[in-house]
Structure formats: C-alpha cells, structure tokens
C-alpha cells in the first residue's frame, strides 16, 4: 500500500543550452539564476553539471530558510540556444 502523499519541493530549471563551441564543449547557462552555467563534453554532461549546481543553490537556500535565489524575470535566450526546462527535485 502506498502511503498518503509527501510534498516534495520541486524547482524549475531553465537552462539556455548553446551548440558545441570551438572548444569542442557543449555550454549551458541557467536563465533563471545568476551566473550559473558550465559545460560538457555533451549536451546531457552539460545539463547532469548544471541541474546539480542548481540543485545544491536551491538546497542551500531553502536550509538557510532563504529565498531562492530564482530571477523574477530570466535571461533571454540568444538565437543560437536552445531553451531546455528541468523539473528539479530536493
């Protein structure tokens, strides 16, 4: 039997995912936080970097009993990016 249903807290990442560089790296930044991006050898390794630094400024401010630091209005997304939404669970 299944239990009665838990609220687990669920955060939206939206992530900016720009075609492989010169560098041979495929970069991703967050619309919707501050100076957060990273890269990856693919656009999956980008996305598995950034959704856990997401996760771990989501994390820390909800312990912290801050706001989260989510941007009331995001980045825009350049002509070349293509626009990626990750459901994030603490």
Request: with cysteine; charged share 25%.
């Amino acid at each position: 039997k299944l239990g009665p249903p838990t609220g687990v807290p669920v955060y939206n990442c939206i992530a900016l995912v720009s075609p492989r560089g010169p560098d041979g790296l495929v970069h991703v930044r967050a619309a919707n936080v501050s100076d957060l991006k990273t890269s990856g050898s693919s656009e999956r390794e980008a996305l598995q970097h950034l959704v856990g630094a997401f996760k771990i400024i989501v994390s820390q401010a909800v312990a912290a009993g801050r706001e989260v630091p989510l941007l009331a209005e995001r980045h825009p997304r350049r002509e070349d990016e293509t626009e990626r939404f990750i459901a994030v669970h603490l």
